[in-house]
C-alpha cells in the first residue's frame, strides 16, 4: 500500500523541500529584506509554480507574484507593472500615472524601461499630484543594470525629491550569491523579486530522495546493495541543542530506544487517518523560522561548513550488523 502512493508523496516532498532550502538560502543572506516569489512564468509548470509560492513563503518568502497560491494558501500576493504597460504609452509619465490610478493601493512603479534615472524623476514629478488625490506611491521597481549602484543613484534622487518612504525594489537575475554580494555593499534596497533561481533552482535542480523499505511486518529490513546500504528498522532522531539554543548535533537510533534530545519524528497517519489536525500554514512557517534561528553560525553561510554531527546509536549498529551476518 506504502508503494501505491510512495512516488506521488516523494514528488511532493522533495519538490518543496529542495525549493524550501533554496529559499532558506536567500533569507540568510539578506536578512530583514523583502523577498517575493516571482518565478511562476519560469517554473517548470504550473503545479511547481504554485508549490514554489508555498514552499518558499515557509522559507520566510514575504509574498509571491501568484494569484491561485494568494487563494489557495492565503500567501500575501504581489505584483507590479509591466515594461508592456509602459510602452503601449505614448509617454512613461502617462503610463506612471494610468497605472498609479488604476491600482491605488500599494502603488509600485517600474522605472527602467528607458533611463532608469529618468524614470526616478518622474515619479518624483508625479507624486505630488497622486498625493492630492490621495495616492500614495509605496516604491519603484529596477529591473536590470548593475542593481546595487543604480539603486544608490535612484535612491538619492528619491531623496532629494521628498521621497525618503518610497521602498526600492529589484528583479532579475537574482540568487543567494548576489544578495549576500548586494547586502555587503549596503546597497539601498528594501526587497528583491527572485524569479527562475527560486523556481527552478538552477545550481542545484534536485535533491536525491528515496524509498526505502526498513522494516515489514515488524520485522526490520536491510539494503546491502553496494552504494546504497540503509540502516535497518523504524527509527526515530533525538536532536541536541547548546548552552546558546543552537543545534548541536543528532542521533539516529532505534524507534524504541532512548536517547538525550528532542525527538524530531512524529506520525501523521494511522490506519489511514491523520492522528492530529494539521498544522496551518502560517505554524509550519514560523517553526520553519524558528529552526533557521537554530542553526549554528557555521550552518548559516552559503558555503560549505563543517559537517554536521549525526552519531548512529550502538543499538542500531548492533542491528546492522546482526542482519548483515543473516544475509
Not at 79 to 94: I, K, L, P, R, Y
Not at 311 to 318: D, R, V
Request: with cysteine; proline share 5%; charged share 25%.
Amino acid at each position: 500500500m506504502a508503494q501505491l502512493v510512495e512516488t506521488r508523496l516523494i514528488n511532493i516532498m522533495h519538490f518543496q523541500t529542495l525549493i524550501a532550502s533554496k529559499a532558506a538560502r536567500m533569507v540568510l543572506a539578506a536578512p530583514g529584506k523583502i523577498l517575493s516569489d516571482f518565478g511562476l512564468r519560469t517554473a517548470h509548470g504550473a503545479e511547481a509554480g504554485l508549490f514554489s509560492a508555498r514552499a518558499s513563503y515557509i522559507a520566510g518568502f514575504a509574498s509571491a507574484a501568484n494569484v491561485l497560491a494568494g487563494e489557495r494558501y492565503g500567501i500575501p500576493i504581489v505584483g507590479t507593472m509591466a515594461h508592456s504597460f509602459v510602452q503601449v504609452h505614448d509617454d512613461e509619465m502617462t503610463a506612471f500615472e494610468n497605472f498609479a490610478r488604476s491600482r491605488p493601493d500599494g502603488v509600485i512603479l517600474l522605472i527602467d524601461t528607458y533611463d532608469t534615472e529618468a524614470g526616478a524623476r518622474k515619479v518624483v514629478q508625479l507624486a505630488p499630484k497622486l498625493k492630492a488625490d490621495g495616492i500614495t506611491i509605496r516604491g519603484v521597481r529596477i529591473d536590470s543594470g548593475d542593481l546595487a549602484a543604480m539603486a544608490k543613484k535612484v535612491r538619492d534622487i528619491l531623496d532629494a525629491g521628498g521621497l525618503k518612504d518610497v521602498i526600492i525594489l529589484v528583479s532579475g537575475g537574482i540568487n543567494e550569491d548576489v544578495l549576500e554580494t548586494i547586502v555587503a555593499a549596503k546597497a539601498p534596497i528594501d526587497g528583491y523579486g527572485i524569479g527562475v533561481n527560486l523556481d527552478a533552482s538552477i545550481d542545484a535542480p534536485s535533491l536525491d530522495c528515496a524509498y526505502k523499505l526498513q522494516e515489514y511486518d515488524g520485522k526490520p529490513r536491510r539494503k546491502l546493495s553496494e552504494g546504497k546500504v540503509t540502516w535497518p528498522g523504524s527509527k526515530q532522531v533525538w536532536r541536541s541543542y547548546g548552552p546558546s539554543g543552537h543545534l548541536s548535533g543528532d542521533i539516529l537510533s532505534l524507534e524504541n530506544d532512548t536517547q538525550p534530545g528532542d525527538r524530531l519524528i512524529a506520525p501523521v497517519m494511522r490506519a489511514g487517518k491523520r492522528v492530529a489536525p494539521a498544522p496551518t500554514l502560517a505554524q509550519i512557517r514560523e517553526h520553519a523560522a524558528r529552526e533557521l534561528a537554530r542553526l549554528p553560525e557555521p550552518l548559516r553561510q552559503l558555503v560549505k561548513a563543517d559537517e554536521y554531527p549525526v552519531h548512529i546509536s550502538g543499538k542500531l549498529k548492533a542491528l546492522a550488523a546482526e542482519m548483515y551476518a543473516r544475509r
